[in-house]
């Protein structure tokens, strides 16, 4: 019916006191696995840091390299985990939603569904590529690309957009979470999904983390899956407390 969310990615924020350095936390980013991507901003009082398994896009001579990263569980239930219908669903919602925008813009490949082990936590991921037919301005791709349905509603309207703004401000998430976070450099472009992260103002900390709700979704499994992620971020930074 009108109105109507497919899915949605509703955020929890857990929230502290500290006195750790941002030159410490960033010292645990140079030891993290090769399957995340460590991206931040440090200013005078506040900034983020975070280590991500999601890229948005890379664009490079003329090609688009993306993927669809949805579906979560931790790596002991992997068994169980890659043929969970429930999670298959949503990352095909992800997945498909994904080749729909890129398909007027050229070739589309898309590889097969394939589990990202990161160690405490593992997701499926689709590797998609696109031959353009005509340059396109990064500007153009991110507002086509961002928010995936792995981060933000489906279908995504300015309705179910304005309505997930909301609920993130009213669960002061941090604004950066989420975001797309670019580096272009000699010809090459990439933006990260800025997630697993910690932000910080003065001393106070933030750990934001999401998950994908779609109707076959169960509370007690969703509330789990947030807290696996926050988990995961505390042991990226354990090692600097």
């Excluded at 991110?142 to 309705?159: D, N, S, Y």
């Amino acid at each position: 019916g009108k109105g109507m969310i497919e899915k949605s990615v509703p955020v929890v924020t857990e929230k502290g006191k500290g006195s750790c350095s941002p030159d410490t936390l960033l010292a645990s980013l140079f030891q993290i696995p090769k399957s995340l991507r460590p991206y931040g901003w440090i200013g005078e009082e506040e900034g983020f840091l975070g280590a991500t398994p999601e890229v948005l896009f890379r664009y490079f001579d003329g090609r688009i390299y993306t993927m669809a990263l949805a579906g979560t569980a931790r790596s002991e239930e992997q068994r169980l985990f890659a043929v969970d219908d429930k999670e298959i669903r949503e990352h095909e919602f992800v997945a498909q939603t994904l080749i729909a925008k890129l398909s007027d813009l050229g070739m589309v490949v898309r590889r097969v569904r394939d589990i990202l082990n990161l160690g405490r936590l593992i997701h499926f991921q689709t590797l998609i590529n696109v031959e353009l037919y005509q340059y396109q301005e990064t500007k153009t791709l991110i507002e086509r690309l961002h928010p995936t349905p792995a981060l933000g509603p489906l279908p995504r309207t300015p309705e179910t957009i304005a309505q997930l703004k909301d609920w993130r401000e009213r669960l002061d998430c941090p604004v950066e979470f989420g975001a797309p976070f670019g580096l272009f450099r000699d010809g090459d472009f990439e933006a990260l999904v800025a997630i697993r992260m910690v932000a910080w103002k003065g001393d106070d900390f933030a750990l934001p983390s999401g998950c994908g709700v779609i109707q076959e979704s169960r509370l007690v499994n969703e509330w789990r899956e947030l807290a696996l992620k926050r988990d995961s971020v505390r042991d990226l930074f354990e090692s600097s407390q």
